[in-house]
């Protein structure tokens, strides 16, 4: 057998198994580096105020949820109900951070939607979203305390989600309600 002909078979074959084992994973488990790591500090202007400013040491002694979105994005359509669900049902402190985002569009679009967020830094150069690894939007990160990442999810939050992953975060420490309906 020619060696010419056998390599590049051998070679196709082997690129055909691994796209096939990469289509199986799930796009949404990708592991953070950041989990249990402190949260990257930035200082932005406020969407709504750009005379004032955000920082994660704002926060710093609570538990609190970024939620990283855009007007642009389409799965942050899908999950802002639910983001409008845990703000009125719920007193965790939220932050959107808006990325890579025109102000104005991002300002009609929480006027024709809702604002679930007690404040929301403007990342418009995307520099903020980079140092926190995010992939792509939405993401949602969950920070405790001590500054911590404690939680990552990507893509638009599901009930299901909310309610076994990220709302028992805040057992004890909040008195979230079960949100989406579920018990």
């Known amino acids: 057998m020619n060696l010419k002909f056998v390599l590049p078979l051998f070679g196709f ?60 994005c389409v799965g942050c359509r899908v999950e802002h109900p639910l983001l409008n669900q845990i703000a009125a049902q719920t007193d965790i402190p939220m932050v959107g951070l808006n990325y890579k985002d025109d102000p104005d569009n991002a300002k009609q679009w929480l006027a024709r939607r809702g604002d679930p967020y007690k404040i929301i830094p403007a990342d418009i150069t995307g520099d903020v979203g980079i140092d926190w690894g995010v992939y792509g939007v939405p993401e949602t990160f969950v920070i405790d305390e001590n500054g911590l990442i404690i939680y990552k999810h990507t893509g638009p939050i599901t009930a299901d989600a909310l309610n076994n992953e990220i709302l028992p975060l805040f057992m004890g420490t909040r008195s979230p309600a079960s949100v989406g309906g579920q018990q």
Request: zero cysteines.
């Open 13 to 72: 074959i082997a690129m055909v198994i691994l796209l096939g084992v990469g289509l199986t994973l799930d796009p949404r488990s990708l592991p953070s580096t950041r989990i249990n790591k402190p949260a990257p500090d930035f200082d932005l202007s406020l969407l709504h105020a750009p005379e004032q400013r955000f920082s994660p040491q704002d926060y710093r002694g609570q538990r609190w949820i970024l939620n990283v979105w855009a007007s642009w």
